[in-house]
Nanobody
Framework: QVQLVESGGGLVQAGGSLRVSCVGS???????AGWFRQAPGKEREFVAA????????WYADSAKGRFTISRDNAKNTMYLQMNSLKPEDTGVYYC?????WGQGTQVTVSS
């Protein structure tokens, strides 16, 4: 059974940092992987993506310069390091790997 489990969310003040993780099980993910987020009352939106080797990354304009996506294939884990967080970064963060979604982890940034 394929499963993705996100963790690392929490409450942080504006300007702070968080690192969220996504651990996969049930299969080895060999293609692109990405992070998405959904704020209350809004649609889910793309945040960042990474290829299998980790040398190709893509970011939403809102994430560029502040967020860093990475992966550890040996651990079947993907990360999103978020720095200089803003209240508008608040939302549930989901990982997506080859069409599978995790349950999400809540990130709340207070002003």
């Amino acid at each position: 059974q394929v499963q993705l489990v996100e963790s690392g969310g929490g409450l942080v003040q504006a300007g702070g940092s968080l690192r969220v993780s996504c651990v996969g099980s049930g299969r080895t993910f060999r293609l692109y992987a990405g992070w998405f987020r959904q704020a209350p009352g809004k649609e889910r939106e793309f945040v960042a993506a990474i290829n299998w080797s980790g040398d190709g990354t893509w970011y939403a304009d809102s994430a560029k310069g502040r967020f860093t996506i990475s992966r550890d294939n040996a651990k079947n884990t993907m990360y999103l390091q978020m720095n200089s967080l803003k209240p508008e970064d608040t939302g549930v963060y989901y990982c997506n790997r080859e069409g599978y979604w995790g349950q999400g982890t809540q990130v709340t940034v207070s002003s």
